[in-house]
DNA sequence: ACCTGAACACCGTTCAAGT
DNA sequence: ACCTGAACACCGTTCAAGT
C-alpha cells in the first residue's frame, strides 16, 4: 500500500531539510568554529539553502543551540552505566558530562542557558535516581541533585571558557594554562600569597582528576550529612 | 604649585570621558537591561558622545564587560568578613558572591567568560586563605579551592539563567520556576519519574539556601577528605 | 591627546514571491 | 508545504577627520 506515487510524495527528498539535518549541521559547524560559527548564513550555505528556510523548521538561533545540546546530551545520557554502587553511579554519569562538554565546549553554555528545559532534565534525571538509591531522603533530593547539577555546570563552563579563550589567541589548552600561570605567579605577594602559591599547580593539573575530586568531596558531604 | 593652568590642563573636564566612568554606565546599562542591553552605540549615547570615542579609552567590548564585572567582584571580596571558623569565612564569601550575582546577572556569565583573570583571581584568593587555614593540604588545595569556584560559578550562572528568561517571557522567577514545575510534573512517570517527584520542591525552594547546601556538602566533604 | 561620526562587515529575523 | 533571497534593523569595530 505505501509505494508508488502514494508513498512518494508523502516522503521527503533525500536532501530535504529537516530538523534532525538542520541540529546535525549545527552541531558540526560549533563543533569545528565554535559558538561564534554557528550563523543562519554559513549554516544555510552548508545545507545548500537559502537563510529564511531553515526559520520553516527552527523558531529561532536560541531554539537550534537548544536542540544542538540537546541532541549531545541525549547521546550523553543513554550510554548505559551499570556500576555496583549508586556513588559509583553518579560519578560515571558525571564523568561522561565533563568529557561530552570537553569534546563539544558550547555543549557548557547551551546547557547554562536553558535552564529547566529538556536537556537539563536528561541529566537530572539520570543523576537523581542513583541519588534516590543511596538514601538521600525525600525533602534533601532536589537540594542535591542541584549542587551537583550546578558543579556540572559549573566546571563544564570554565572549560568552555578555558578552550575557546585559548583559540581565540592562537595557543593550546596547555600553552594558555600555562601563561595564566606565569601571570599568577608574578602577582603582588601581599595582595596574593594564596594564588601564587598555588599557580604551579593550576598548570599541571589534570581537569578530569580535578572534576572528581570535587564529586567526591560532594558525595562524601552527602555521606556525612546522612550521620554515616 | 598644582593650580592654576597647569593644573587645568592636566586635571580632566569634570564630563570627559574616562575608563571608571564607562565602567559605572556599563554597569547602570547592564542592571537596567540585561546583558543584550550593553552595546556601544546605547553606552555612547548615555555618556553623551560617539561609539568611537569608547574605544579610545577600552580595547573591546569583551574587556569592558570584563572590567564592569571586576568592579563588582572587587567590592564584593573587599567588604569585611570576620567569623569565628574559617569554614564560616568561606561560607560567608561564598554568600557575598552569591548575593553579588543574584543582584547583577550579568556577573555570572563575565565571570565564566574570564577564566584566571582579575575578577576570577580575587575570589581565588579571598577563599584560599581560609582554605589553608582550614589545614588542607598544599597539594590538595587547587582541587578543592577549583572545585568550589566551579560551584560557585555554576549555581550564579544558571540563576542568572533563571532571571533572564523568565526577564525575557515578562515574568517573575517565580512564576517562571512555577511554569517550569509544572511543565515538569506533567513528564512521562515512565521516562522521568524522579523529576516528577522533585518539581514541586523546586518551584519552593529558596535559592539561597539550596546554594547553601552545596557548600555545606563540599565543606562536610573536605572534613571527610582529611580523615575527621 | 582625545573625540566625532560615517562606513565596513557582519548579524538574526522577516516576508513577499516563487515552486 | 516548503523554499528563495532580498530587505530590515540591528551589531562591534575602524578610521579619516577634526579640536
Known sequence: MRQGKKA?????????????R??????????????????????????????GAIYWHIASKNDLLTAAC???VARTMSAPVDD???????RALALAMFDAIDAHP????????APGQ???VRVLERIGQPLRALGVPDEEQWATVSALLSYILGVGGQNAANTHFAREQGLDRTNFLNEVSTVWSQLDPDEYPFTRSVARRMSAHDDRVDFLVGIDLMLDGIGVARGR
Open 84 to 90: 555496583a554502587t549508586p556513588k559509583a553511579t553518579i
Open 118 to 120: 529538556l536537556p537539563m
Open 22 to 51: 538542520i541540529v546535525e549541521a549545527s552541531i558540526a559547524l560549533l563543533d569545528s568554529s565554535g559558538e561564534k560559527g554557528l550563523t543562519f548564513r554559513a549554516l544555510s550555505e552548508r545545507l545548500a539553502t537559502g537563510p
Open 106 to 113: 558550547w555543549v557548557g553554555s547551551a546547557l547554562t542557558r
Open 8 to 20: 512518494r510524495s508523502t516522503q521527503r527528498r533525500e536532501d530535504s531539510l529537516s530538523p534532525d
Open 70 to 72: 540537546d541532541a549531545i
